[in-house]
């Protein structure tokens, strides 16, 4: 009896030992949340958690910190609680958590060192901190480099590139990060998405080629792969591209072919490209039918939902009436969609695009009551301040630029451009970086796990980046050239008027003030030119028709004049300034001269064009007697309109 009961409580004892046992050993199975999310990062995989997902990892992470025993474990979970603040877009606490596990006296391995130093170069990236960003991208690559894991540092150069596309102007480095990106990764499935991007980069740095040919490529290898998501994304792109480059015929080819994978539920931007494709290529009427379609499948919508498409159908009806000059209608919706923002909520971009609508179209109808250079600029700025990608907002920008260029802003734009060269040579620095980086190693087997990069570096070396080197510096090029460009723009725009390309006031005066200090002693012709009631004809016409009519009579002034100094003395006024003439021949030109204006078919096409003259004439000794042989034309000239329209006084 007593055997027993021993062998029963030894059975008990053995029991309790072994459900102990498979508690801990439970527990011990049980991986930490700081250890999965870790692995998430190194998968590349964090970026698709959902923020309710992200606030139970930082819960569970925040709980391993309170019982944390060992400080061998502060990396991982200060690591993971930076990533997790830095995906919450709180760079600054995200920074703290970071710097402490690469503070000194900290024991960390060098997988955890580069998603440090990674993370922080997105975080000052996306602060606005541009150098400090580049700083710890060049010490996360060092780290890559060391590591040599290819597909780490593809996810990497991935990231960064996406980051510097989305928070800057920084549109050549990331060629270079996702082509290398291609080479470094074997996951096909990564490789097409990391192609696509490519081509999206290449297509803003004005390379349409390359990104027609990368795009093809990426959307071969997903067809040949089975990736039909990825099939789809591409298709959309690739139609964008074509339509960019005004191959509409193609790109209505390839979102057909779009439509047919994705009928259930195509995204909004490729209905609206299908839309302007057929504008383009069958005119207004052959979209109407759609749009009609479109606002008529808004009735089973909640009252959001309606609204939001009703913006959609609105908005695209206004630009194809303002293409089409029917800017009465086109007003019509600009006023319907302003309403519309006011019930709902729209994204800062789509309420700066229907702020430049309605300004393109004051523009275009001839409203003198506007400012448009300050407008322009104003819509520069907000679009600039806006938190869209930089790919999203470049167009747009672009034709800003545009209208200012048009404008004779030329300082703005030169601006602009001069700011965005301060990045490029920025990208030339990180690609210096690298290319010594690797020149300076021991070992050229750089992330030996990548055949194709491995043989790349050790037959080449740094070959590829250097070509990259060379992109980057082309782009650099690209851009001195149009800062060039827009710098002797500015220089001429002291010295000849943007619109009718005639002498300024002030270089006129220069070029008087010139011949008097050489001592030309002769007798100086000037006539005052005004065209009658332009006012009134850009009331009716447009100012860009006024602007048309000035052009052309200044174009009519330089073949009747070929040797004289011509200027634009101010509005629709011109000045002539002639040496050495026949006050006879002259007075015949004149004439010939008034009834051209009159009857010019260019000139008088909506409405006939009157001008009046006045001219005086005299000796220039010094610059009063410019000012007074002007007073003079001025007071010849008000006899003439006295006199009635057409009339000459010498």
Known sequence: MKVKAILIGAIGIILLFGILLTLTL??????????????????????????EQLKQYKDDINQELIKLKHRQSFGKIYLSLGKIASLEEAYEDSNNYLLNVISPGSHTNKMIDLKVYETLAVNYIAMGDIEKGYFYFNEANNVAYQLRDAELTASFYQLFSETLLNYTNHTSFPIYLLGEAVELTNDYYKKIQLRKQLASVYELNGFF?????????????????????????????????????????????????YFELSPDDPDLIYVSLWLHNHYYLYGYESIQEELKSLEEATSNLSIEQKIQYLIFIDFNQAFFLHSDGRYEECEMYIRKLQELKTQTTVSDLTSLLIDKMKLDLEYDRGNQEIDYVKEYRQLLSDLQLTNDSVERKRLIIDNVLLHLLELGDYETVYQYTTDLQKPVNQEVRAISFIMAMIQNSDNSHYLSKNNITSMVLKLGGYLLTALAGMGVTYGAYRYNSYFKSLKQKAKESTIFDPLTKTLTKEALYETLELEIELGHNEIYYFLLIDVNDLSSYNESFGYLAGDKVLIEISNLLKIYFPNAYISRHYGQHFIVVIKKSNEEELLKLITSLINEISNNEKISAKRQITCCIGVSKGYLANTLDIDEQIKLATKKLQISKQRGVGSCTM
């Open 26 to 51: 439970k527990v011990v199975s049980k991986p930490l949340a700081s250890d999965e999310f870790i692995q998430l990062m190194y998968d590349g995989d964090v970026q698709e958690l959902t923020q």
């Open 209 to 257: 080629d390359l990104a027609l040919n990368e795009f093809i490529r990426a959307l071969d290898m997903s067809v040949e792969e089975g990736y039909e998501d990825l099939e789809i994304e591409i298709l959309g792109r690739l139609s964008l591209s074509y339509y960019s480059n005004q191959r509409y015929q193609e790109s209505i080819e390839v979102i057909n072919r």
